[in-house]
């Protein structure tokens, strides 16, 4: 997909996490990290410092990235199951909702259910999950 590429060797250094739904891994700033495969709901503090590795026809910025990675390994990354995974630091929750519960937005959420439809909700909504269905949540 991307010849001459020099990154692709890059990816030979990065765990293989495979994660079955409902799961969850945590990656702090600075932790490269890839999709290879599937859907996922990926949740990060407001930023405008996206940092690219390459594998992308968006521009990357080697300097940049070399001063802000973080090498360091990361024995389990992976989360145990839980129906609530908080992010302090971002001010934000990821919240499981199973079918068919009603819920009403504290703050301005967004929620994606298993079926793949998603919605805004405004403080105040109430929402019914028709599927299993993740929100992310003020905290």
């Known amino acids: ?6 990154s692709v060797a890059a990816t030979l250094l990065l765990n293989h996490v495979v994660l079955e739904p409902g799961q969850a ?3 702090d700033a600075g932790n490269l990290h890839a999709y290879l495969r599937g859907a996922g709901v990926e949740l990060m503090g407001a930023s405008d410092n996206v940092v690219r590795a390459g594998l992308t026809t968006k521009p990357v910025d080697v300097d940049e990235l070399l001063r802000v990675a973080d090498l360091s390994s990361l024995a389990d990354p992976v989360l145990p199951r ?3 995974y ?3 630091a971002a ?3 990821l919240q499981r909702l199973p079918a068919g519960v009603e819920h009403v937005a504290v703050g301005h959420e967004l929620a994606i259910d298993l079926v793949g439809d ?3 909700l405004a403080p105040g909504d109430h929402f019914i999950t028709a599927a299993e269905t993740y929100v992310a949540v003020p905290i």
């Open 25 to 27: 891994v945590r990656l």
């Open 1 to 6: 997909l991307y010849p001459g590429e020099p």
């Open 86 to 88: 908080d992010l302090p």
């Open 118 to 120: 998603a919605w805004y």
């Open 91 to 93: 001010g934000v929750a």
């Open 82 to 84: 839980s129906d609530r």
